[in-house]
C-alpha cells in the first residue's frame, strides 16, 4: 500500500502562484510508476494536470490547459513531488489530487482509472 499526503492548496488572487506538494510513504519501491497530479471540480470527472513517468527514464506530461504555467518536479529520496503553479486562472479553481499508478504505458498517463493510489485532495481557490 502507498499513502500520499497533498499539502499546500489555498485561496490565491488571478496571476498568483501556489506550490502543492505531495509526499508517498509506505511501499513507494517501483521500477515503473507514474505520480502527479489531477483536479475536480463539482459535478465533473477527475481531469489530468501533471504527472511524472519513471519506465526506464523520467518523462514529464502537462494537459495542454496547464502547459507552461504549471512545472511537476520531484524529490526521489523524499519520496515527493512538488507543483509548482504560476499565472493561476479562476478556471485553475478545483480540489487537486495527489495519484500514484504502476506500469502505467504512455497512452493510460492521462488517464485517471489507471492509477491506484490516490490522496485526499487539496482545494485551490484562484479568486480576487
Known amino acids: 500500500q502507498v499513502q500520499l499526503v497533498e499539502s499546500g492548496g489555498g485561496l490565491v488572487p488571478p496571476g498568483g502562484s501556489l506550490r502543492l506538494s505531495c509526499e508517498a510513504s509506505g511501499r513507494t519501491t517501483s521500477n515503473s510508476y507514474a505520480r502527479g497530479w489531477f483536479r475536480q471540480v463539482p459535478g465533473k470527472g477527475r481531469e489530468f494536470v501533471a504527472v511524472i513517468r519513471w519506465s526506464g527514464g523520467k518523462t514529464t506530461y502537462y494537459a495542454d490547459s496547464v502547459k507552461g504555467r504549471f512545472t511537476l518536479s520531484e524529490d526521489k529520496a523524499k519520496n515527493t513531488v512538488f507543483l509548482q503553479m504560476d499565472s493561476l486562472k479562476s478556471e485553475d479553481t478545483a480540489v487537486y489530487y495527489c495519484?500514484?499508478?504502476?506500469?502505467?504505458?504512455?497512452?493510460?498517463?492521462?488517464?485517471?482509472?489507471?492509477?491506484?493510489?490516490w490522496g485526499s485532495g487539496t482545494q485551490v481557490t484562484v479568486s480576487s
Open positions: 495519484a500514484e499508478g504502476r506500469r502505467l504505458i504512455t497512452s493510460s498517463v492521462r488517464n485517471p482509472s489507471y492509477y491506484d493510489y
